[in-house]
């Protein structure tokens, strides 16, 4: 177990920050003040950064780091935190790790005793969230499904069943395709689409999802959270009785692989969705 205080002044520290997803407004006193204070600014997109710095008169050291080369870069920054540099992280719009890079650069900091610390900001798929008139009290956030139209129909008939609100981004030129697989994997069910959050078109699309996938795709413009409602019917899956069943068939004597097909056809359940629980 490793405890410690984030502002004890013994370990040395990387702020992760972040940043507006629209409205520059957002950015917070201090945040603006934490930049003023680092070193070194490393950055999803260091024109991004530079762009977004150069609008409060702040000039940094820039220092890329994206989901490409995160171990190289994570390694580089600890040795510069190491060496007594003063480092933040900022992803291009709201929170690092959340759809974006920073998971790796966290995982390589906690590791080597460097503390981790947030400073708060927009997050687009809790301003969507708390917007859209869907259950707020328990909710599943997916973020981008695959590209590959096999792989994003699995990963929805693997989410079928949860109760949860569902909640995922997507970029406009896919919207359409979107919309209509999660329509096919779903069933019909209640969906807000938000997009340009905080932005001058903000805009909030509610109804169901046969409405929405006659949706015309061409005005739909800018970022893209889509807040889907989870499975209200009464029938739902419980993964606790899966998971017995599962257990069940093993103990009688059958392999993993048979217990999730007779399980499958028993609960008329994804076999993947079922490997994913019980793996």
């Known amino acids: 177990m490793d405890r410690n205080k984030s502002f004890d002044g013994n ?14 407004k957002e950015m917070s006193p201090r945040a ?18 530079f762009s977004l710095l150069a609008n409060y008169g702040i000039k940094k ?3 890329s780091l994206r989901e490409h080369n995160e171990m190289e870069a994570s390694q580089h920054l600890l040795e510069k935190i190491k060496s007594g ?39 687009a798929f809790i301003n969507a969230l708390v917007a859209s008139g869907l259950d707020t009290k328990h909710f599943f956030f ?18 079928k069943d949860k109760k949860e609100t569902l909640i995922f981004y997507e970029a406009p030129h896919r919207i359409n395709k979107t919309l209509n697989l999660l329509r096919d994997g779903l ?19 509610r109804g169901e999802l046969d409405e929405l996938i006659k949706i015309d795709e061409a005005t739909i413009k800018g970022e ?7 499975n209200k019917e009464e029938n739902a899956i419980d993964d606790d ?16 692989k048979d217990a999730i097909n007779v399980v499958s056809e028993e609960f008329n359940v994804n076999k993947n969705y079922i490997k994913k629980l019980v793996f």
């Open 32 to 49: 603006l003040e934490i930049i003023s204070e680092m070193d070194i600014i490393a950055a999803e997109d260091t024109r991004n950064a």
């Open 11 to 24: 370990r040395p520290i990387l702020y992760l920050i972040a940043t507006p997803i629209g409205n520059l």
């Open 241 to 256: 009785k899966i998971a017995t069943r599962i257990a069940y068939f093993v103990k009688l004597g059958l392999s993993q």
């Open 187 to 205: 069933g019909n069910r209640n969906i807000c689409l938000a997009r340009e959050l905080t932005k001058l078109n903000e805009e909030y699309i």
């Open 85 to 123: 540099k003063k480092v933040a992280y900022m992803s291009d719009a709201g929170y690092p790790g959340i759809s974006d890079p920073g998971y790796i650069l966290v995982k390589e900091m906690i590791k080597n005793d460097i503390n981790v610390s947030t400073i708060s900001g927009s997050c």
């Open 61 to 63: 050291e820039l220092f």
């Open 142 to 159: 997916y973020g981008f499904l695959p590209a590959k139209e096999n792989e994003a129909k699995e990963e929805i008939l693997s989410l």
């Open 224 to 230: 893209i959270v889509l807040i889907v409602e989870g």
